[in-house]
């Protein structure tokens, strides 16, 4: 997950660098929830005297001590849906590796009289071709759509977090 966008880059909030790497050691136990963290996007504030993510200085919005575990949820789902859309994608791909196995074995038994080298060439189909289709379609389909999917409910649930809180999704710092 990339904050370089900046904040409302496309409409879609991203978490900061730095409070992504904190929610990730979070999530692992690795981390506490608690620091000083800017009262709207929650990014670390480090003894700043403004967000470094978002701009808002802390008189305009107090510091938070934890982050919200709303927040927090909208962490793991965001991750959530990133995997099931890629492993979908992966798992597609292995299937039509084991349909293209198995129409090949079919043609070898049906027309072919099982020829062994038409067989071994459905193992290499198999074994390959599943493999490469899995990369393909999980790895770089399945990654730009549930990157792109996640990041939009993630929008969603910001925006209606926000304005649950009071704020709009287009304050301003002035």
Request: charged letters at 20%; hydrophobic letters at 45%.
């Amino acid at each position: 997950m990339s904050g370089a966008e900046g904040p409302g880059a496309g409409d879609v909030p991203l978490f900061s660098p730095r409070l992504d790497e904190l929610l990730d050691a979070i999530g692992r136990g690795e981390a506490p929830n608690a620091g000083s963290f800017c009262g709207y996007c929650f990014t670390p504030l480090a003894g700043r005297d403004a967000c470094a993510h978002c701009g808002r200085p802390v008189s305009q919005t107090p510091p938070a001590d934890r982050i919200p575990d709303e927040v927090l949820a909208m962490y793991r789902a965001l991750r959530r849906r990133e995997s099931l859309v890629v492993n979908s994608f992966a798992y597609l791909g292995l299937t039509i590796g084991v349909l293209l196995f198995v129409a090949m074995v079919a043609i070898a038994v049906f027309y072919l009289n099982a020829a062994w080298w038409f067989l071994t060439l459905s193992i290499v189909v198999l074994l390959v071709g599943g493999r490469v289709l899995a990369g393909i379609l999980g790895g770089i389909i399945g990654d730009d759509l549930g990157y792109r999917y996640a990041r939009r409910k993630l929008a969603e649930d910001w925006a209606a977090y926000q304005a649950s809180r009071g704020h709009s999704p287009t304050d301003t710092d002035g």
